[in-house]
């Protein structure tokens, strides 16, 4: 069973706030993403890590920044939340190696006001 | 670049058989998935198959895999309505670097 959390599950924010998005997992794996969905839609990826000090942008353009330094953690920021940015970010993790299965965490629900 | 294809909706009724279609282009892709995403969750994996495979079954699940097509299919027998979510095929490159993922086939499964 995986274990990657995410936190919170559900955030509803005025425009202009800063908010993180949090992501766990404490399966050791070195991959870890970001991806974008709105609701019942395609994944966009917006970021990603290779591992810890290492992060690239996705395919989405996305105003979000994301960190890695532990292993286990890669929390996503946006310094000034809009409307536009409502939608469900989901975040996965995966081993690294020649299959790459990913595990996705249950994802945060972001309604900017 | 990559690109994953998948037809966007499939109805059938309970009972009968579902088989989801998917086309990619990346004619490196080591492995391909299929992933399953209940609504207000994260997407789980539910079977994968190597590139060198034709075929690949899974207790309900059987996964079909034309190379030269560059086609993959999902088939689920005796589907139920527990089987009603999105189902996204993905496919990796030889690279391993990320997986591309299709939109999504919404199946909706009618009691």
């Known amino acids: 069973e995986a274990d990657i959390y995410q936190t919170p599950r559900y955030l509803v924010i005025g425009t202009g706030k800063k908010i993180t998005l949090e992501c766990s997992q404490t399966?050791?794996?070195?991959?870890m993403y970001w991806y974008q969905q709105d609701p019942g839609m395609e994944l966009h990826l917006i970021h990603y890590s290779y591992g810890v000090n290492s992060t690239e942008k996705g395919d989405l353009s996305s105003e979000s920044t994301v960190s890695r330094i532990r292993t286990e953690h890669f929390p996503l920021t946006l310094e000034s939340a809009r409307p536009s940015h409502t939608s469900q970010y989901l975040c996965a993790s995966s081993e690294g190696g020649t299959q790459e299965t990913q595990y996705f965490g249950p994802g945060t629900r972001l309604l900017v006001l | 670049g990559e690109d994953v294809e998948q037809s966007l909706f499939l109805s059938v009724r309970e009972g009968d058989s579902s088989v989801i279609n998917c086309t990619y282009t990346d004619s490196s892709s080591t492995y391909l998935y299929w992933y399953k995403q209940e609504p207000g969750a994260g997407l789980q994996l539910l079977t994968y198959i190597f590139s060198n495979m034709d075929m690949k079954q899974d207790q309900r699940l059987t996964v079909l895999l034309n190379k030269k097509d560059k086609h993959l299919s999902l088939r689920i027998a005796d589907t139920q309505t527990g089987d009603s979510a999105i189902y996204f095929c993905a496919e990796m490159n030889t690279g391993g670097f990320k997986t591309i993922f299709g939109a999504g086939t919404r199946l909706f499964v009618k009691a």
């Open positions: 399966m050791g794996h070195d991959k």
